[in-house]
């Protein structure tokens, strides 16, 4: 391994399971956490509830999957199927139960007896929150704004630690008109920067776009790049390797108000945003800039994660 | 629908809706939570934590997946292959994202695009502690002691809102030699019995099995009965149907140890065990017995949830 960028991830990773921050399962991108590592990531949680929890958002929390269909009808399978899980299991008798115990005392492979269950897991915390909003009807005049916070699946192993198959985010919400969006991004904009800086994280905020798959989708990452929808709030980790984004700032305009029917106060369809905060990230970051014991780090920090 | 357990459910499921405690996301035992909801819950998996801290457990914290070599070799894919969830995604390039946008677009079945990834999804929150200590080596005199908090799965799609096919356990894994397990178990059914009573909720602790696949698995399970293994604490929630299992108290005896190879401190096989703790089932059962407004509660019972 002489890349630089993959020796500076694998030296990181191998600093935080020798802490025992966090710990080896065997699978690139699954880790366990330690209680220490929970402690500092649920202060970082905590510290971007308490900025947003002056706008009185409503909460809803989601478990880690969602239906197939809502994937489906959310766009995500079209625009990014590398990266979305689906959920199988399976669903034969007595025979077909032998043929598997079979399959696993031979050690081969079992993997076609598995069926769809008609679950998917969760790639962005936000996607429950869409049609609970849309099977309300049409919004009030104030529009809609959610507060989730859910463990998120994206099939990309990596030994980039803060990379993960398996974490969470946190989000707001904002569904309404698209002055209602321009508002709320210029104000999580803000937010975002002035909570980052409190943890003493070196950060910029940059234009971005999503990893849309295949030839269609650099079209597609163009197109995003140039409206200007997408923000990263990025915070380098590994020096050696690009700059990690922890925060995204995401105007989807009516991507999903089409995709859901989410009707706006004038009858017409809804806008939608979200800021996403990756809370694994910005807990690396906070390990990374000020060392692998939180009890050291600089009182400032420490006050705005409770610690 | 005539079954009176069916109706029985559904209404309750209908209620928890109505408060907007539960939040439909279209798929039978998949649900969203509200904030008051997550606020009771948090305070029962608050108050298991300050029962069990006492012991100074070692807190692990795993996502809701683990690989799917550790799913199998755990045993569970051999026992409960019909819980089981395995995840897939797609894998190919542009041509079969072509194909996919077209069965999409069809609304054709596209689940053969998906191929196995390597992760499963959780079963139990115990699954993840085992091989870590395995790795560890031989176990210390006192053995180990480990507190699990983790999202599982399991696909068994139902009406029953107790029997969600995600949801958190919250569990104490021990592990060293049979005494130290008795010991263990003995101490928690009267944790478990005294911290339910104080949350003002009838009960009744029994022996009782995991639901083992199939043929053999009736044999598994009537073996599991014998040895009185495993135990239930039972509450009644929907009066018309059968008791819903809110803790467990599994005894594997070495089924674990030697499935990791966990080695105890005399050079044998570690046992384990586990208590674990269904905190969306223990919610709805103060939700069941105390009404839909936690603020009316019992004083003592609050004081409890710290609410």
């Given at each position: 391994m002489t890349d630089p960028a993959a020796s500076a991830y694998r030296r990181f990773r191998d600093e935080l399971l020798h802490h025992g921050l966090l710990i080896s399962m065997?699978?690139?991108?699954l880790f366990g956490r330690s209680g220490g590592f929970e402690r500092v990531l649920e202060g970082v949680n905590a510290a971007i509830g308490a900025v947003g929890d002056v706008d009185r958002p409503e909460v809803m929390r989601f478990p880690p999957g969602i239906g197939s269909l809502q994937l489906e009808q959310s766009g995500y399978l079209r625009n990014f199927p590398h990266l979305a899980g689906t959920v199988a299991s399976f669903s034969g008798g007595d025979d077909d139960h032998r043929a598997l115990l079979d399959s696993l005392s031979k050690g081969?492979?079992?993997?076609?007896t598995q069926r769809p269950t008609g679950v998917a897991l969760t790639?962005?915390?936000?996607?429950?929150?869409y049609p609970v909003v849309a099977a309300r009807g049409r919004l009030p005049e104030a529009g809609a704004l959610v507060d989730v916070y859910t463990w998120c699946f994206r099939h990309e192993p990596s030994?980039?630690?803060?990379?993960?198959?398996m974490f969470r985010q946190r989000e707001h919400v904002r569904i309404g008109s698209p002055a209602q969006i321009a508002t709320f991004r210029e104000t999580w904009l803000e937010r975002a920067r002035s909570l980052v800086e409190s943890l003493g994280l070196p950060m910029a905020i940059e234009v971005a776009n999503d990893p849309f798959f295949g030839r269609v989708g650099r079209i597609l990452a163009n197109s995003q790049r140039e409206r200007s929808l997408k923000f990263e709030l990025l915070v380098?980790?590994?020096?050696?390797a690009p700059r990690t984004a922890c925060v995204s700032f995401n105007d989807h305009r009516d991507l999903f108000g089409r995709a859901w029917a989410?009707?706006?106060?004038?009858?017409g369809v809804a806008h939608t945003a979200c800021v996403g905060f990756g809370v694994e990230r910005l807990t690396l970051a906070l390990l990374r800039h000020h060392?692998?014991?939180?009890?050291?780090?600089?009182a400032g920090v420490r006050h705005v994660l409770g610690l």
């Open positions: 065997g699978v690139d991108g081969e492979d079992w993997s076609g790639p962005a915390a936000c996607y429950g929150a030994i980039d630690p803060a990379r993960m198959q380098p980790i590994v020096a050696e989410i009707e706006a106060q004038d009858g060392g692998f014991v939180p009890g050291d780090w600089p």
